[in-house]
């Protein structure tokens, strides 16, 4: 059974960062894309980033391109998620989750594993 424990997320100021991390027990996740959501309160959970399986390829939704970099480091058996320039509209708690392919998944439906979440929450 695959466990994922994100970490990293707290309280900062507009324009700051955070780095989340997600640590992955059980099994190793080197064949399997990973990605990043989020789920703001009242609103549905979106895709935020996705890597394949080696790290080589990367995908972000436009609302977080240019500002946050995923990555990862499949010696330690985990991902992480770089968030700069952080703005009050990326308020959500932020779940990692371990895709049924090797390669970039965008859909909700096609992770089999999600972490339990942590909160993000930018201030004005």
């Known amino acids: 059974q695959v466990q994922l424990v994100e970490s990293g997320g707290g309280l900062v100021q507009a324009g700051g960062s955070l780095r989340l991390s997600c640590a992955a027990s059980?099994?190793?996740?080197?064949?399997?894309?990973m990605g990043w959501f989020r789920q703001a309160t009242g609103k549905e959970r979106e895709f935020v980033a996705g890597?394949?399986?080696?790290?080589?390829?990367?995908y972000y939704a436009d609302s977080v391109k240019g500002r946050f970099t995923i990555s990862r480091d499949n010696a330690k058996n985990t991902v992480y998620l770089r968030m700069n320039s952080l703005k009050p509209e990326d308020t959500a708690v932020y779940y990692c989750?371990?895709?049924?392919?090797?390669?970039?998944?965008?859909?909700?439906?096609?992770?089999?594993?999600w972490g339990q979440g942590t909160q993000v929450t930018v201030s004005s």
């Open positions: 890597i394949n399986y080696s790290g080589a390829t990367t």
């Open positions: 989750a371990a895709g049924r392919s090797p390669g970039i998944a965008t859909m909700t439906r096609e992770y089999d594993y």
């Open positions: 059980g099994r190793t996740l080197s064949t399997n894309g």
